[in-house]
């Protein structure tokens, strides 16, 4: 047996979403940015895609820009909503993706803003009061915090964040990337400027996503070239990844309520299993249901002299997931999710991420692999 656990990097692709892309790129090959019968085609599969999202966010389809990936919504939303706005101060996290993280050191390195890291707990909860305090003494401030930690799952109340931020009249940019098809998000009263997606978490394509731009809010492009996007975005639109995306939405929210009992269901079966499996097992982040994202469980191990080997031992057992330590004192190397939380150095760390292609059997073999290993190497 060979059991996919690592879901927050990818998912699968769903059938339904390969069938809907791969009509889009066997009749629809025009150029959406062309005045023909082609491109008009093409630029109707688009708008209908938009139309789809918007939608489902209780937003308007004027607010949805397609991007290549959450990668490029998150630096179109940090450069352009801190340089147009005239934005010089702001506030993010430790243990926020590198795509926030090191896009904010950047600017705050060529001088353009400075940086301030609000507290978060060993949990990786968020410090609202200390996060007020910055907001207060700052002027306008750009704020970065995300929905969902991608390594630990434990989730911030970005309700919470967007009143505060409207309070102070700061700008609030949301990655969303971890929940965009596992939680509602209504944008019609969620205090957000930008929020963004990359299609490939929710069983969608690899190689596109969408930044969600607030009527409130004014930026210039990021990426110059034609006029697509409504001039916001320059290139040639993925259109056959657009149509992916939009269906792979549509099918998440549908089902939503569903998968979620399911999944936690999952998570919540293996945290007990490992429990019982493994004498001083440990987990990172926040794991109940009201505090955690459910597709994600991040589990500290006991030290053992297998640490540097545990995962590539996992994928010999047929097992895929991802990992690490947190950065030993002195060094880069690790997880600058863990260090920011101050996980032990010594002892491995595994997250294991599921979907709706899981199951129960898959996490008993796994659980059983894992005993197994620990039970020669401890």
Avoid: W
């Avoid at 991007?67 to 147009?84: H, K, L």
């Avoid at 401030?141 to 390594?151: C, D, G, K, P, R």
């Avoid at 409504?230 to 569903?258: C, F, H, P, S, W």
């Avoid at 991802?322 to 060094?331: D, F, K, L, N, V």
């Amino acid at each position: 047996m060979r059991v996919y656990l690592d879901n927050a990097a990818t998912t699968p692709l769903d059938a339904e979403v390969i069938k809907v892309m791969c009509n889009a790129m066997e009749s629809t090959y025009g150029n959406p940015s062309s005045i023909h019968a082609h491109g008009r085609e093409a630029r109707s599969l688009i708008e209908k895609a938009r139309k789809t999202i918007a939608n489902l966010l209780h937003a308007s389809p004027a607010e949805i820009f397609f991007t290549s990936s959450g990668t490029e919504a998150d630096n179109t939303a940090i450069r352009c909503g801190i340089v147009d706005n005239n934005i010089t101060h702001a506030i993010t996290t430790h243990i926020e993706h590198h795509a926030v993280v090191h896009t904010l050191e950047a600017m705050e390195k060529a001088g353009i803003i400075k940086l301030s890291f609000v507290n978060v707990d060993d949990k990786g909860n968020v410090d609202y009061a200390h996060l007020e305090q910055l907001l207060q003494d700052n002027q306008r401030s750009f704020v970065s915090l995300m929905h969902a930690n991608n390594e630990i799952g434990t989730l911030t109340d970005i309700e919470r964040v967007g009143e505060l931020c409207e309070q102070y009249n700061a700008i609030f940019h949301c990655d969303t990337v971890q929940t965009m098809g596992h939680f509602p998000h209504d944008l019609g009263k969620l205090k957000v400027h930008f929020l963004v997606c990359a299609a490939h978490k929710f069983h969608g394509p690899k190689g596109v996503g969408f930044l969600h731009i607030n009527h409130k809010i004014k930026i210039k492009p990021f990426i110059y070239g034609g006029a697509q996007e409504r001039n916001m975005r320059g290139g040639t639109e993925n259109v056959y990844g657009i149509a992916g995306l939009a269906k792979a939405l549509e099918m998440a929210y549908a089902d939503m309520e569903q998968h979620r009992q399911h999944i936690q269901g999952l998570k919540s079966y293996m945290k007990d299993q490992l429990i019982e499996a493994i004498p001083g097992i440990k987990f990172n982040g926040e794991t109940g249901e009201d505090k955690s994202l459910y597709t994600v469980l991040n589990v500290s191990f006991p030290e053992t002299d297998m640490a540097d080997m545990l995962l590539f031992n996992l994928d010999i057992a047929g097992i895929s997931a991802s990992g690490g330590s947190a950065c030993s004192s002195g060094t880069d190397i690790g997880s600058h999710v863990l260090t920011g939380i101050g996980a032990s150095s010594t002892r491995p760390s595994v997250r294991f991420s599921f979907s709706k292609y899981n199951t129960k059997d898959e996490i008993d073999f796994v659980v059983n692999k894992v005993r197994d290993l620990f039970a020669v190497n401890v």
